[in-house]
Structure formats: structure tokens, C-alpha cells
């Protein structure tokens, strides 16, 4: 079995969504093992790289041996996880959302972070950096847990009725 393969699939496994991000993947594990990601730096020997990944900081980027040692330990592979890694360059931009595609599939992807992105390559509308009801900007995907505004409480379900088209 080579290095790019999980070993194994504990019971605590979290199966990623196709084109999740590792911040809303990272979220997502925590909440269905109440575990706080700073107990799965230590547990890695991570310690607060977890963190920087959560908010979309890949200076350094992820080598190797982090992503095997994450890999290991929730029994996910090297490749699974470069999944949820972005695949071409990324500046620090505000957290964006296609409202249509979070309809369909109640997710973050990773897509929507790049700096070419400015539509939805499903649906062609531009992407939603804030709330268009509040005009807060959106939290980090790991802390996406009801789906909706942290301010007003809008559901990103609803936003895509918001959404236009250029």
C-alpha cells in the first residue's frame, strides 16, 4: 500500500464531500467527534498548523508528513486530503459562497476560494462574499454549522435567490 493510501478507516472516520475545503472538512469532524481542533494538533503533533488550515493559511504549504500524520490518525489518505487543498494559487480573500450550489449540497468547496473564480463554474452566478442581507462577511467554513449568517441568521439556502448573473 503506498503512502497516498489510508491504511485503514477508524470508527470515527468523516467521509470528505467531493471538492469540500479542509476548513468546512475540518469543522465537520470536529463537531461529529466533539473534539476541538487544537486537541487534534496535539494528538497529530500538529499543534497549530490545524488552525492555520482551518483559516486558508498555506504559507508554509502542507508537506508530506503533515498530511500523512492528519491522514493517519482520522484515516483519511495524502490524496484525499490534497483534495481539499487548494490546486492553484490562493490569496487571503473573504470566505465565498455560491448560495445555488450550497442549495443542492450543503457544503463549502474549495473552488470558490480561487482568485480566477469570481462565478460559479455550476451555475455561472457570481459569488456571494457576504450576507446580502446584513452585509456581514461570511465566517470561516469550519464554523458553517446551521448554515446561515453568524449576524442575521439568513440561511445560505436562501441567498441564492440573491445571486446574479454577469
Not at 467527534?33 to 497549530?48: I, N, R, W
Not at 462574499?129 to 445560505?156: D, H, N, Q, Y
Request: aromatic share 10%; hydrophobic share 35%.
Amino acid at each position: 500500500m503506498g503512502k497516498s493510501e489510508a491504511k485503514f478507516q477508524p470508527p470515527w472516520y468523516v467521509e470528505p464531500y467531493e471538492g469540500e475545503s479542509i476548513s468546512h472538512y475540518l469543522g465537520r469532524y470536529c463537531r461529529h467527534e466533539s473534539v476541538s481542533l487544537s486537541a487534534l494538533g496535539k494528538a497529530t503533533g500538529l499543534g497549530a498548523i490545524l488552525g492555520r488550515w482551518e483559516k486558508f493559511r498555506f504559507i508554509p504549504f502542507p508537506s508530506e508528513e503533515e498530511l500523512e500524520a492528519f491522514g493517519e490518525l482520522i484515516g483519511l489518505s495524502v490524496a484525499q486530503l490534497k483534495g481539499m487543498l487548494p490546486q492553484e494559487s490562493m490569496k487571503l480573500l473573504p470566505i465565498r459562497l455560491c448560495g445555488l450550489c450550497y442549495s443542492q449540497k450543503p457544503y463549502h468547496r474549495m473552488e470558490w476560494q480561487y482568485q480566477s473564480r469570481l462565478n460559479c463554474t455550476v451555475h455561472g452566478v457570481k459569488l456571494l462574499t457576504k450576507c446580502p442581507s446584513c452585509g456581514e462577511r461570511f465566517a470561516i467554513p469550519s464554523r458553517w454549522v446551521e448554515g446561515k449568517c453568524l449576524r442575521c441568521g439568513m440561511g445560505f439556502k436562501s441567498m441564492r435567490k440573491e445571486q446574479k448573473h454577469d
